[in-house]
C-alpha cells in the first residue's frame, strides 16, 4: 500500500529566508509525486508535480522538489518565502497522472514578518 | 473559466440526519474523485467515478455513504444518519482524462465542510 509522511507538522520560516518542507512516500513502483498547498477555507492548488525525467521540478510561485528514489523522498524547496506562502502543504502520491492520490497529512508554514 | 464548485460549502446536521453534498466539475473533465479530509489530516480517497460510472467506491468508510454521477457531470455524495465521525471537508476533484492518461492533473473544489452535532 502506498503511503506518504510529512514529519513536521509546523514549520515556522522568517520571511525571505529559505524553506524546505519533508515528504517521503513509500510505493512499489515509480511513483506519481505532487505537492499541493492549501489556504483556509480554499481548496487544493497543485504546486508542482513528478513524473519521469529530471528529478528537480520547478512549480509554480517559485517552488521546486527534488525527486530522490535511493530516498523515497520528494522534499519542497523555496530560496525565499514571502508573507503570503503561509498555508498548509500536503505531498501526495499516485500511481497515475491523474488517479486517486495518497495524500500526507500535511505541513502548516507560518511566515515571520 | 469556472473551476470546481462545491455546494453548500458549511453544512450542519444533527446526528442522524441525512446529507446531500454537490460537486460540479470543470465542464468535459471526464474523471471525478470525492476525498475526506478530517481536521489536521490530509484528504483521504472515497470514490471515483469516470463519466457516469463508479469504478472505485474502495475509499467509502460505511454502506451509510453514498455517491452518485448520473449524467456524467455533477455528483452528489449522500451520507444517510449522520454520526460525529462524519464531521470533515468533504473534497471534490476532477481532470480532464482518465487516470490512465498521460497528460491532465486534478483540480479540486473548495470543498464542503460538514459538522455532525
Known amino acids: 500500500a502506498q503511503s506518504v509522511t510529512q514529519p513536521d507538522i509546523h514549520i515556522t520560516v522568517s520571511e525571505g529566508a529559505s524553506l524546505e518542507l519533508r515528504c517521503n512516500y513509500s510505493?512499489?513502483?515509480?511513483?506519481?509525486l505532487f505537492w499541493y498547498v492549501q489556504s483556509p477555507g480554499q481548496g487544493l492548488q497543485l504546486l508542482l508535480k513528478?513524473?519521469?525525467?529530471?528529478?528537480l521540478v520547478q512549480g509554480i510561485k517559485g517552488f521546486e522538489a527534488e525527486f530522490k528514489r535511493s530516498q523515497s523522498s520528494f522534499n519542497l524547496r523555496k530560496p525565499s518565502v514571502h508573507w503570503s506562502d503561509a498555508a498548509e502543504y500536503f505531498c501526495?502520491?499516485?500511481?497515475?497522472?491523474?488517479?486517486?492520490?495518497?495524500f500526507g497529512d500535511g505541513t502548516t508554514l507560518t511566515v515571520k514578518p | 473559466g469556472a473551476g470546481v464548485s462545491q455546494s453548500p460549502r458549511y453544512k450542519v446536521a444533527k446526528r442522524g440526519q441525512d446529507v446531500a453534498l454537490r460537486c460540479d466539475p470543470i465542464s468535459g473533465h471526464v474523471s471525478l474523485f470525492w476525498y475526506q479530509q478530517a481536521l489536521g489530516q490530509g484528504p483521504e480517497f472515497l470514490t471515483y467515478?469516470?463519466?457516469?460510472?463508479?469504478?472505485?467506491k474502495s475509499g467509502l468508510p460505511s454502506d451509510r455513504f453514498f455517491a452518485e454521477r448520473p449524467e456524467g457531470s455533477v455528483s452528489t455524495l449522500k451520507i444517510q444518519r449522520t454520526q460525529q465521525e462524519d464531521s470533515a471537508v468533504y473534497l471534490c476533484?476532477?481532470?480532464?482524462?482518465?487516470?490512465?492518461?498521460?497528460?491532465?492533473?486534478?483540480?479540486f473544489g473548495p470543498g464542503t465542510r460538514l459538522t455532525v452535532t
Open positions: 467515478f469516470q463519466n457516469e460510472a463508479q469504478l472505485d
Open positions: 501526495a502520491v499516485s500511481n497515475t497522472n491523474a488517479g486517486k492520490s495518497t
Open positions: 476533484a476532477s481532470s480532464l482524462n482518465p487516470p490512465t492518461g498521460q497528460a491532465g492533473e486534478q483540480y
Open positions: 513528478y513524473f519521469s525525467g529530471d528529478t
Open positions: 510505493y512499489g513502483a515509480t511513483p506519481y
